[in-house]
């Protein structure tokens, strides 16, 4: 008895230093690892569901993409899922309401990208279309579109299959395919001034960057805030070409016309890959986020983060690298850091699918990691401030595919659980 003792007691040890060694330090307002608060799932789930492809929030409420899937052989429709905070605080909770298209959309990847501001939600497709669904005066339920924006066949006839966002009254839309060269480019739609949204067949504004490259496939992720627009894209850089990330600013007259970027954002590392990983924008506009979870185009790691902070002058004319560039220190197997981030005030969050490796090459546990500003600013590093984990994992759910955040709300999702069955769900985490 006493040798099974101490071996119990050295195993006990050997487990709590394994802990410490994966959470790192802590910042004040964060466990070193930390479960949810809350489980955001869909009543009509099922395998191929994909809920969590996509995730967003705003205010109480939290939006979640299920694109499903279309083969030869299975047909699950899309769907977007409606969350709403009780007065009690997030709990354990399905859907308070189910977005769907009234068109083919919902058999074509309807949910891939969802985004919200207020009252309004924005959905995309694998078609040329935007969805957009007002909430009703007595709240959020069941229903089809209340729009669709669309773009003419004429032209670049852009997809508006990319990354979507909307804040206030302007929603943006990514294009990285089109119907002449896949150059890349962003649409922007405002808000009628009479009427609220109601279906339109052309944008306000389109953004490119100048000099667009035949296939760059710019803009694969976007992300706005007040009067500042950011995407990924590629930019001739020499004789080669780099990903970097554009930033546009809205003129003094809005969004009316065509424009190329203020300022180009690039980084250090070379031959980075933002389009794998998503951008974000601070909600102040002064800080901008992409990730690059595949850096070198060879899956290899280390993937990475860079943020770039305004200069004084501000953004007009920057053409800059990063201020800061973040890992998780992992140069041994490629943990997809940086697929999804998300910046809400002091704080980043980056997902990262395979942060944990249970079997090399087979099996993975994902996280999200949050690091929190320095005093003296943003600087690079390796050591994160906290971990965010699911209680009931299993592995490849792909926990830390989408992420979002507001103030102490952050969400993470996984759309491949449970045991890659492709069912979904999302996770609430609060301060």
């Known amino acids: 008895m006493p040798g099974k003792t101490l071996s119990f007691c050295v195993l006990l040890l050997l487990a709590q230093f394994a802990v410490a ?23 009509d789930g099922q395998p191929g569901s994909y809920v969590g ?70 959905v995309n497709s694998n078609l040329p279309e935007l969805y957009v669904f007002v909430e009703p005066e007595g709240g959020w339920t069941d229903m089809t579109e209340t729009a669709i924006l669309t773009v003419p066949s004429v032209g670049l006839d852009p997809c508006l299959c990319g990354g979507v966002a909307i804040d206030g009254d302007t929603i943006v839309v990514g294009s990285p395919l089109d ?30 960057e100048a000099g667009a490259l035949y296939e760059s496939q710019s803009f694969n992720t976007v992300a706005i805030s007040g009067k500042t627009i950011v995407g990924d894209g590629f930019a001739q850089n020499g004789t080669a070409g780099e990903y970097s990330v554009f930033l546009f600013t809205e003129p003094e007259t809005g969004w009316n016309g065509d424009y190329t970027p203020q ?37 290899f790691p280390p993937g990475f983060v860079d943020v770039w902070v305004e200069p004084a002058s501000g953004w007009s004319g920057v053409n800059m690298t990063e201020t800061a560039q973040l890992s998780d220190g992992n140069t041994t ?29 087979a099996a993975y546990r994902g996280a999200a990691y949050v690091y929190v500003k320095p005093a003296s600013g943003w600087a690079t590093t390796t050591e994160y401030n906290g971990t965010l984990l699911s209680s009931d994992w299993t592995a490849n759910d792909g926990f830390g ?22 069912v979904g769900s999302a996770y609430v985490y609060q301060k």
Do not use: C, H
């Not at 949204?197 to 504004?205: D, I, K, N, V």
């Open 263 to 299: 300022a180009v954002l690039s980084s250090t590392q070379p031959l980075d890959y933002f389009r794998a990983g998503q951008v974000a924008v601070s909600e102040d506009g002064t800080t901008v986020v992409a990730g690059s979870p595949s850096p070198n185009l060879t899956f």
């Open 179 to 208: 119907g002449i060269g896949n150059y890349g480019s962003i649409e922007v739609f405002a808000k009628p001034t009479k009427g609220g949204w109601q279906s339109a067949s052309e944008p306000s504004a389109v953004l490119m």
């Open 21 to 43: 060694q994966f959470a790192k330090p802590t910042s004040p307002r964060r466990l070193p690892s930390e479960l949810q608060t809350a489980e955001l799932t869909a009543s």
């Open 401 to 422: 595919s989408a992420v979002a955040a507001l103030g102490a709300t952050t969400v993470v999702t996984e759309p491949y659980g449970p045991k890659e069955q492709g």
């Open 53 to 122: 492809t996509s995730v967003a929030i705003s205010g109480s409420t939290v939006v979640v993409g299920a694109p499903g899937v279309r083969s030869d052989s299975e047909v699950v429709p899309g769907a977007v899922y409606v969350y709403v905070k009780p007065s009690t605080g997030w709990e354990n909770m399905t859907q308070l309401a189910k977005l769907t298209a009234s068109d083919s959309g919902a058999n074509d990847g309807f949910g891939n990208r969802v985004a919200i501001s207020g009252n309004v939600i924005v």
């Open 333 to 361: 197997f490629a943990d997809e850091f940086g697929i999804a981030t998300a910046i809400t005030g002091n704080e980043i969050i980056v997902g990262t699918p395979e942060a944990i490796q249970l079997k090399a090459g």
